[in-house]
Nanobody, 123 residues
Framework: QVQLVESGGGLVQAGGSLRLSCAAS????????MGWFRQAPEKEREFVAV????????AYADSVKGRFTISGDNAKNTVYLQMNNLKPEDTAVYYC????????????????WGQGTQVTVSS
């Protein structure tokens, strides 16, 4: 059974940093894309970043470019999202997702989802 477990969320002041982790288990993810999405209250879920275990370029939403960095540790089957210079508009529940290698920015392309972790940025 595939399981994705996020951690690392919390409350931080604007300008601060957080690192989210997503621990994956239940299958081999070497041919998968791993994405981060977020959903703010009363808003649609939106793409944040994606990485592929097999390598290749990462991709980011324009709103987080230059501030967020996605990375992965194959040995630990864990994906990270380093978030710097956080802004109040980054406040949301952040979700980790796994999908086939072609998955990119569309949530519908992802097969597996974590339960989410809350990030709150105060002004």
């Amino acid at each position: 059974q595939v399981q994705l477990v996020e951690s690392g969320g919390g409350l931080v002041q604007a300008g601060g940093s957080l690192r989210l982790s997503c621990a994956a288990s239940g299958r081999t993810f070497s041919s998968y894309a791993m994405g981060w999405f977020r959903q703010a209250p009363e808003k649609e879920r939106e793409f944040v970043a994606v990485i592929r275990w097999s390598g290749g370029p990462t991709a980011y939403a324009d709103s987080v470019k230059g501030r967020f960095t996605i990375s992965g540790d194959n040995a630990k089957n864990t994906v990270y999202l380093q978030m710097n210079n956080l802004k109040p508009e980054d406040t949301a529940v952040y979700y980790c997702a796994a999908g086939p290698i072609r998955a990119l920015t569309k949530s519908a392309d992802y097969n597996y989802w974590g339960q989410g972790t809350q990030v709150t940025v105060s002004s």
